[in-house]
Nanobody, 127 residues
Framework: QVQLVESGGGLVQPGGSLRLSCFAP????????IAWFRQAPGKEREGVSC????????QYTDSMKGRFTISRDNAKNTAYLEISSLKSEDTAVYYC????????????????????WGQGTQVTVSS
C-alpha cells in the first residue's frame, strides 16, 4: 500500500475556491493512477475525479464536471484537486486514493479498485 497525505481543506465561503493536495512521501506517484473521492455526513463515499499515469487522461463524475479540476505533478509526487464556485453541498471529507496502474490510461472512479487511501481532508463550505 501507498501512504498518501491530503491537505488543503478548510472553511470556505460559498463561491470560493480551494486546491487540495495529495502527497506520497515514500513512492513515486508517477506509477499510480490517482482518484479523489468525497464523503458527506450520512452519505456514501462518492467518486469525484481520477487521473491516469498519462496526465491528459482524466475522468469526472458528471455532477462534478466544470467546477473540479484534477491534475498531477509527478516531480513533486503530488496530485491536486481544484474546486471552484464552492457550494454548501460540497461540504465533505475529501480523500485521495491510489493504485498501481494497469496502463498509462487506466483511470476509474470505482473505489473498490483502490487499495491505498489518505486520511482525508475536511472541506466545509459555509458563510
Amino acid at each position: 500500500q501507498v501512504q498518501l497525505v491530503e491537505s488543503g481543506g478548510g472553511l470556505v465561503q460559498p463561491g470560493g475556491s480551494l486546491r487540495l493536495s495529495c502527497f506520497a512521501p515514500a513512492v513515486s506517484l508517477a506509477d499510480y493512477a490517482i482518484a479523489w473521492f468525497r464523503q458527506a455526513p450520512g452519505k456514501e463515499r462518492e467518486g469525484v475525479s481520477c487521473i491516469a499515469r498519462r496526465p491528459t487522461t482524466t475522468q469526472y463524475t458528471d455532477s462534478m464536471k466544470g467546477r473540479f479540476t484534477i491534475s498531477r505533478d509527478n516531480a513533486k509526487n503530488t496530485a491536486y484537486l481544484e474546486i471552484s464556485s464552492l457550494k454548501s453541498e460540497d461540504t465533505a471529507v475529501y480523500y485521495c486514493a491510489a493504485r498501481g496502474a494497469f496502463s498509462d490510461d487506466f483511470c476509474t472512479l470505482d473505489r473498490w479498485f483502490f487499495p491505498s487511501w489518505g486520511q482525508g481532508t475536511q472541506v466545509t463550505v459555509s458563510s
